[in-house]
Antibody, heavy 122, light 109 residues
Framework: EVQLVESGGGLVKPGGSLRLSCAAS????????MNWVRQAPGKGLECVSS????????YYADSVKGRFTISRDNAKNSLYLQMDSLRAEDTAVYYC???????????????WGRGTLVTVSS | SYELTQPPSVSVSPGQTARITCSGD??????AYWYQQKPGQAPVLVIY???ERPSGIPERFSGSSSGTTVTLTISGVQAEDEADYYC????????????FGGGTKLTVL
């Protein structure tokens, strides 16, 4: 079955750290760029980070630049997001999302996980 | 910063046609994509490259583009279409930033 399964969310204090994981199955993970998209409670979608197939190119939204680090392990079909110096405004459901096209300038998502909730609160 | 603008809400009766717009200065030069999100669920791609429909998406979903505005049209709206809809555009060449519209809540009366 083609799917993405996120894990690692939870409650963390401001200034703390958390590492999210995304396990991919049912497709050739190593051939697609991968992304993390978040959604704050009652709010819209924001793509916070993206990584190319071979990890050679990475994107970070301004809101997380310098605090979050994206990585992947193609041998384990896994995507990660290391989140440091967390703030209350980072509270959101974090989705793992797969690029729709291989090695393409067109940047959109055709497969999403169910998300993992990150709550930053004292 | 670059933005995509959507109406916060659209309401239609079952069987009618719903049109959800998304406006942005770069849309004449860049494709738009549409996602449907039902409560408690992950988004689902319903239209890509302005007007293409992924496999498995009902034919009543269509997309169009005109100038700085793209439109998601749902013909013969059904109760199950009630959801939030988000437009999105981006280009990995770096010319255009990754951005989502603010979302439109479609209510089926």
């Amino acid at each position: 079955e083609v799917q993405l399964v996120e894990s690692g969310g939870g409650l963390v204090k401001p200034g703390g750290s958390l590492r999210l994981s995304c396990a991919a199955s049912g497709f050739t993970f190593s051939t697609y760029s991968m992304n993390w998209v978040r959604q704050a409670p009652g709010k819209g979608l924001e793509c916070v980070s993206s990584i190319s197939e071979s990890s050679g190119s990475k994107y970070y939204a301004d809101s997380v630049k310098g605090r979050f680090t994206i990585s992947r392990d193609n041998a384990k079909n896994s995507l990660y997001l290391q989140m440091d110096s967390l703030r209350a405004e980072d509270t959101a459901v974090y989705y793992c999302a797969k690029d729709a096209e291989i090695t393409s300038d067109f940047w959109y998502f055709d497969l999403w996980g169910r998300g993992t909730l990150v709550t930053v609160s004292s | 910063s670059y933005e995509l603008t959507q109406p916060p809400s659209v309401s239609v009766s079952p069987g009618q046609t719903a049109r959800i717009t998304c406006s942005g200065d770069a849309l004449p030069k860049q494709y738009a994509y549409w996602y449907q999100q039902k409560p408690g669920q992950a988004p689902v791609l319903v239209i890509y490259k302005d007007s293409e429909r992924p496999s498995g998406i009902p034919e009543r979903f269509s997309g169009s583009s005109s100038g700085t505005t793209v439109t998601l049209t749902i013909s013969g709206v059904q109760a199950e279409d009630e959801a939030d809809y988000y437009c999105q555009s981006a280009d990995r060449s770096g010319s255009y930033p990754m951005v989502f519209g603010g979302g439109t809540k479609l209510t089926v009366l």
